[in-house]
């Protein structure tokens, strides 16, 4: 299984960096791209990555609110989560709060 996440962590930083050079690191395609590497973080347990790759993720689909759309949910949901796997505790908080607020704009 760790073989299979580690074909597809290298799969999507290829993705990544093609979608970076073409279109930019303030597209929204790379922000997918970017979400989608979060996700085979989270999955492989490496959540000092994920939460980089959040981040950023985060940072672009705020550019795109109607794009995004419920992918920034999510978005700032794993971020809690992983904030709360890295036993940052009073930060996951904080970030979950964030996603109620968000969610109650929806």
Do not use: T, W
Request: include cysteine; hydrophobic fraction near 45%; proline fraction near 2%.
């Amino acid at each position: 299984k760790l073989r299979e996440f580690d074909k597809a962590l290298e799969s999507l930083v290829e993705a990544l960096r093609i979608r970076k050079i073409e279109l930019g690191n303030d597209s929204i395609d790379y922000a997918h791209s970017v979400f989608n590497l979060s996700e085979v973080h989270i999955a492989m347990e490496k959540y000092s990555q994920a939460f980089n790759c959040l981040n950023e993720a985060i940072r672009v689909f705020d550019m795109f609110p109607d794009e995004a759309g419920s992918l920034l949910l999510d978005a700032v949901v794993m971020k809690g989560d992983s904030l709360f796997q890295l036993k940052d505790y009073p930060a996951s908080v904080a970030v979950f709060q964030e996603a109620v607020e968000m969610f109650s704009h929806f």
